[in-house]
């Protein structure tokens, strides 16, 4: 069974500061993608990492995958308030059902 | 402007009564999700459908049923709804190739 592990789960952070966020999954798969959820809001996506070593890149969001560590980061320069959000990964378990498994999440709230 | 409708929004309901969740998608997706998600929590995917006539049950065991009778319409149904299934139910679909998952609004349920 497929497992995907986020930290941190929460992370308040002041505005113009850098932080990491990871994501940890448990089996082989090189599809992950990263979505932002505003309270009460639906899924938005971020980004969709399809190989080893790809990196994507938007504002001050940029994210990678090592499909060999099992590992993704999603990297925030110089924060500012407004990507106060819930972030969630998301790994695809096999490509004959395509079903996405989500971390947990990690809540972000940038302070000013 | 949305690909994939969820109906209703909001839903407050008593306990016992039987309700219907719609999911409509216009991009032809074979592949349909229904995740389930609490507030501020991680999405659990409760059912998935690989086309016509094709559901199965996803990873978090639910007491609500789903059909998929055509390819655009992927409903979701509680016989007796009860305060435990309170949560906010996410649809999903993506392509064929899976690449690239569209989510819908979702709809926040409220058994009391």
């Known amino acids: 069974e497929l497992k995907v592990e986020q930290n941190p789960l929460f992370l308040s952070m002041q505005e113009g500061k850098n932080y990491t966020i990871y994501c940890n999954y448990s089996t082989t798969s090189d599809r992950l993608y990263w979505y932002r959820q505003d309270p009460g809001k639906s899924l938005e996506s971020l980004f969709v990492?399809?190989?080893?070593?790809a990196v994507k890149q938007e504002g001050r969001l940029m994210a990678s995958l090592d499909t060999k560590a099992r590992l993704s980061t999603l990297h925030i320069t110089a924060a500012v308030h407004d990507l106060s959000a819930t972030y969630f990964c998301?790994?695809?378990?096999?490509?004959?059902?395509?079903?996405?498994?989500f971390g947990s999440g990690t809540r972000l709230l940038v302070r000013p | 402007e949305a690909d994939i409708y969820q109906t209703p929004r909001y839903l407050v309901i008593g306990t016992g009564k039987k309700i219907t969740l719609e999911c409509s998608q216009t991009?032809?997706?074979?592949?349909m999700y229904w995740y389930q998600q609490d507030p501020g929590m991680e999405l659990h995917l409760i059912h998935y459908?690989?086309?016509?006539?094709?559901?199965e049950k996803g990873d978090l065991s639910s007491e609500s049923t789903v059909s998929r009778i055509r390819t655009e319409h992927f409903p979701l149904t509680l016989e007796s709804a009860r305060p435990s299934h309170t949560s906010q139910y996410l649809c999903?679909?993506?392509?064929?190739?899976?690449?690239?998952?569209?989510f819908g609004s979702g709809t926040r349920l409220t058994v009391v």
């Open positions: 998301a790994v695809v378990v096999s490509y004959s059902s395509y079903k996405l498994i």
């Open positions: 999903a679909s993506s392509a064929h190739s899976g690449y690239g998952y569209t």
């Open positions: 991009m032809g997706h074979d592949k």
């Open positions: 459908s690989y086309g016509v006539n094709s559901t």
């Open positions: 990492l399809l190989s080893n070593g």
